[in-house]
């Protein structure tokens, strides 16, 4: 087997939603997590891309072009690297998988080629995207720019003040940024925002969604995108230790890094599946954990658990990573959560810290905020829970976009 020669292509998964986006069967007494809860407008561009990404789901050839700029543009596969000095501290064997190491320094860049690969085969001159600290923005720019597509990217007007430098990144990538002016001035505005755009603009312009949510298709769609994750974890781990994982660790936002290196390991009995979200300030203040203490509702087109008060307005999170800090998560984590196939916990903001710092100086590898909460998990667990097992974590980017953040909190530290 090798991985550098052979292609990425989706495989049909046992929990593909139905055609309307349902994860789980009504009949079954399941909630229908996903759906399409979008005005009535959009109702005609969200099925041609339906038929228009069925089209290529499983289309060698697409994925073949695909594949070309992740190997010479993104840096695919990215590098399953055992971490000797945590697996020693902790009596296992802790595997990081590396996408921290892809252009531009996360797995963003995975749905954001194939997704405009995509908008070009269907002829699209125009991308847009919505974005909250701005990451998901700057890897559409960056597609935008090397794919030649026009690109308009909506941030509440308060993101995009506390996250100067990424706007910077995105209009120097020749992106064009709006700051959204309604409601909170975060990102459900910029969401709505962008959904209203691409109502009326739907026949030139695809719409980038950034995770595993949104109306069908994307959840599914970005879902196989990301799926080359375990794809290569599996196989990069069962040349060197030629077995499974005993349990595969990521973060979840939306939900798309999780699910990339989850779903090829969702059938395989022994692996356990743990997503971690954000306890923020702890469960009983702000926080980030939709599925712990959030409850079903309709945001970003989709019902899956949210959070929201008692009239059902959409809560805002809080985390210190803010590519955790949304108030939803995708519908098929939703439905993984009910149906007890993948384990959910959280991390709360101090322990993702004490990982950040734990990492960095265990193994040289200064993580990304957010992949923090999946290292920290380690310590949450159990000893015994550890010990002697065979761990895969999915290192979702690196930490150079948190110094800043980093540095204010942590400068009393390393004065
Ligand atoms: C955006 C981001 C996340 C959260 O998004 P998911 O869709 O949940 O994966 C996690 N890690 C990094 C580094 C990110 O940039």
Not at 89 to 99: F, G, H, M, Q, T
Not at 313 to 318: C, F, G, I, K, L
């Amino acid at each position: 087997m090798n991985l550098h020669k052979e292609i990425y292509i989706p495989k049909p998964s046992p929990h593909d939603p139905d055609n309307l986006g349902h994860f789980g069967s009504l009949e079954n007494g399941q909630v229908g997590f996903g759906g399409r809860f979008v005005p009535e407008t959009l109702m005609p561009a969200l099925e041609k891309l339906r038929l228009d990404y069925e089209a290529v789901r499983f289309d060698k050839e697409f994925w073949a072009e695909v594949d070309h700029y992740y190997k010479n543009y993104v840096g695919r596969p990215s590098s399953l690297y055992f971490a000797e000095n945590l697996s020693k501290e902790l009596d296992a064997k802790i595997y990081l998988k590396r996408e921290d190491l892809n252009h531009t320094g996360a797995h963003k860049i995975n749905h954001t080629v194939a997704q405009a690969i995509l908008a070009k085969r269907l002829g699209k001159k125009k991308v847009i995207a919505e974005t909250g600290a701005g990451q998901h923005g700057v890897a559409t720019a960056t597609v935008a720019a090397l794919f030649g597509l026009e690109c308009e990217i909506f941030m509440g007007a308060k993101d995009a003040a506390r996250q100067e430098l990424n706007v910077f990144r995105m209009k120097l990538l020749g992106a064009k940024v709006h700051a959204v002016e309604s409601g909170s001035k975060t990102l459900k505005d910029a969401m709505n925002e962008a959904i209203r755009h691409w109502v009326t603009n739907a026949r030139d312009t695809y719409y980038i969604i950034g995770t595993v949510a949104g109306p069908h298709p994307y959840p599914m769609m970005i879902r196989d995108i990301q799926s080359i994750i375990g794809w290569e974890a599996k196989q990069q781990l069962n040349a060197v230790e030629g077995c499974l994982p005993d349990k595969v660790i990521a973060c979840i936002g939306g939900g798309s890094n999780a699910l990339g290196i989850f779903n090829h390991f969702l059938e395989d009995e022994s692996v356990e599946c743990i997503g971690i979200e954000a306890g923020g300030l702890g469960l009983d203040s702000k926080h980030g954990c939709s599925l712990a203490k959030g409850s079903p509702g309709v945001l970003h087109g989709q019902l899956s658990y949210i959070l929201q008060d008692e009239d059902g307005q959409v809560q805002e999170a809080h985390s210190i990573s803010a590519g955790l800090d949304y108030p939803g998560i995708g519908p098929e984590h939703s439905f993984l959560k009910d149906e007890g196939i993948a384990k959910y916990d959280y991390i709360t903001d101090d322990e993702a810290l004490d990982a950040f710092v734990w990492l960095s100086q265990a193994e040289g590898i200064i993580p990304a905020f957010e992949s923090s909460h999946a290292i920290a998990y380690l310590k949450k667990m159990k000893p015994d829970e550890i010990k002697g097992k065979t761990i895969l974590i999915n290192l979702s980017g690196r930490g150079d976009k948190d110094m800043i953040q980093a540095k204010d909190i942590l400068k009393d530290q390393f004065a």
